[in-house]
């Protein structure tokens, strides 16, 4: 098991950054064990997907959506998941979630099916 907490997300200019965590705590396996990722929910849209990254080593895949903006990152010492966000946009507005699972990572576009633990949500504001 394995609880997630949000944070850094709010009102931002289009241009803009933020950066975004994730602490983790973890129950049955150490933080390191999960392959980590961030999904967003646009308003009356699918979740969908941004960046996921590996357990331990920390090999990335980023969306084509955000590649070369965004970049995921995590920090094990301290049971941290970050999402650096550069460049946003309007259509970067969303509910940001993340995301958990014990399996492994796929190196590519993933679904949130697979993940088994979700974090409450932040939410990112892009304005024009």
């Known amino acids: 098991q394995v609880q997630l907490v949000e944070s850094g997300g709010g009102l931002v200019q289009a241009g803009g950054s933020l950066r975004l965590s994730c602490a983790a705590s973890?129950?049955?396996?150490?933080?390191?064990?999960?392959?980590m990722a961030w999904f967003r929910q646009a308003p009356g849209k699918e979740r969908d997907f941004v960046a996921s990254?590996?357990?331990?080593?920390?090999?990335?895949y980023h969306a084509d959506s955000v590649r070369g903006r965004f970049t995921i990152s995590r920090d094990n010492a301290k049971n941290t998941l970050y999402l650096q966000m550069n460049s946003l946009k309007p259509e970067d507005t969303a509910v940001y979630y993340c995301?958990?699972?014990?399996?492994?990572?796929?190196?590519?576009?993933?679904?949130?099916?697979?993940?088994?633990?979700w974090g409450q949500g932040t939410q990112v504001t892009v304005s024009s």
């Open positions: 995301a958990a699972t014990s399996a492994a990572w796929y190196g590519r576009r993933d679904t949130p099916g697979r993940y088994g633990y």
């Open positions: 973890a129950s049955d396996v150490t933080f390191s064990a999960y392959t």
């Open positions: 990254i590996s357990r331990s080593v920390g090999s990335t």
